[in-house]
Structures are given as C-alpha cells and as structure tokens.
C-alpha cells in the first residue's frame, strides 16, 4: 500500500516516543529514507507526495509544511491527519521500524549529509534542478543498487 507522507511521519513519531523524540530533519530524513527502502525493497512508494531537492536534502513540501513550527526541535506531538486508519501493511511496518533502528542514533544534520553524498538522488536532481521532485525512479535505482 501507499500511504500519506503525514501516516508516515507519525508512526515514527510513535516508534520515538519510547527512546526520545526526533527532531525535524530527522523526522524528514527517515521518512524519505524509509521511502527508499520501500521503493527498492517492495517496487512500491511508502508515500504518495513528492519528494523535492531542498538545500538540506530531500524533503516532502507536504510534511515540511506541518512541521516547520519546531524549527530544529524535538518534535513533541504527533501531526492532525484525515486518516482513520493508520495501520500500515507487515512489509511497511518493517521498513519503517528498521529504518528507525538503523538511523535514530544520528542526527539531523549527519542524515542530511548521507542524503548529499555523491551519486544519490538528491545530489543528481540538485546539481540540474535545484526545489525541483527527486524522480522516484532515481531514488529507487540507488537504493535497489547501494543498499540492498
């Protein structure tokens, strides 16, 4: 399934709230690199929005929209969603839960730095289309061929 990139955030914020919180750049970091996995593991997106090159790395509008009030802090509340149902499928739960894992020991910024680093996807659509959407081709391409 394909859920909102606000579901998304909020069952990190959920997994957070039993070791810390995440800070907002965290929180956008992990949902897109959940994204990814999700897309090269399972050929699926994990969320329907656009993902976009911003200078601090991929970031969905949508969710940068809803969080912009914490600024750099610890996002403390989980976000006002539409859905009723936010139960994800075995397969996304467990990216998401591994993704957790993996990336919540750094911060913001050191997850903004894996997302810049040469050959991903946000390096390739910022050096010709700066804001512009990272493809989902391309972020599937480099996470099926760099991390699985």
Not at 7 to 36: E, R
Request: proline share 3%.
């Amino acid at each position: 399934m394909v859920y909102s990139v606000i579901d998304v955030a909020n069952k990190f914020i959920d997994l957070a709230k039993k070791d810390n919180c995440l800070t907002n750049m965290q929180l956008q970091k992990m949902v897109y690199i959940a994204h990814g996995f999700n897309l090269a593991l399972r050929d699926t997106k994990l969320y329907y929005e656009d993902t976009r090159a911003w200078n601090f790395g991929p970031v969905v509008p949508e969710l940068y929209k809803e969080l912009q009030k914490y600024g750099s802090s610890e996002v403390t509340e989980k976000i006002e969603s539409d859905n009723l149902n936010d139960k994800f499928d075995k397969g996304s739960s467990a990216i998401i839960q591994a993704v957790y894992n993996n990336y919540k020991q750094y911060s913001g910024m050191q997850l903004s730095d894996l997302t810049h680093q040469d050959g991903t996807p946000w390096r390739e659509t910022w050096g010709y289309n700066q804001y512009g959407v990272i493809p989902a081709d391309d972020i599937y391409k480099f996470y099926k061929d760099n991390h699985i």
